[in-house]
Nanobody, 118 residues
């Protein structure tokens, strides 16, 4: 069964940087969007950033100017460069992919922990 696998999480001090990576375990065709969500303890999962097969990107207001999403949808890979990290960025980060079709299929990774603390 195809799935997404994240890597790159860890612990960092405020102001530090991390780079998250996500790749599919096997080729998934017809992916239209890949992205990153995050979920902090006691909070709902929130969208962080997305990238489409056309290369269009979108970032949540809370991370604009600090985080950058990139990737190659055709290769089922997506990255999240996180700079100027803040304690409020602490969360489990999940990779996500949407395969177009009838019905559409959503893929999720298992999540990777990011902890920002001094």
């Amino acid at each position: 069964q195809k799935r997404l696998v994240e890597s790159g999480g860890g612990a960092v001090q405020p102001g530090g940087s991390l780079r998250l990576s996500c790749a599919a375990s096997g080729t998934i065709f017809n992916i239209h969007v890949m992205g990153w969500y995050r979920q902090a303890p006691g909070k709902q999962r929130e969208l962080v950033a997305t990238i489409t097969s056309g290369g269009d990107t979108s970032h949540a207001d809370s991370v604009k100017g600090r985080f950058t999403i990139s990737g190659e949808i055709a290769k089922n890979t997506v990255y999240l460069q996180m700079n100027s990290l803040k304690p409020e960025d602490t969360a489990v980060y999940f990779c996500h992919a949407l395969r177009i079709g009838a019905p559409p299929v959503y893929y999720w990774g298992q999540g990777t922990q990011v902890t920002v603390s001094s």
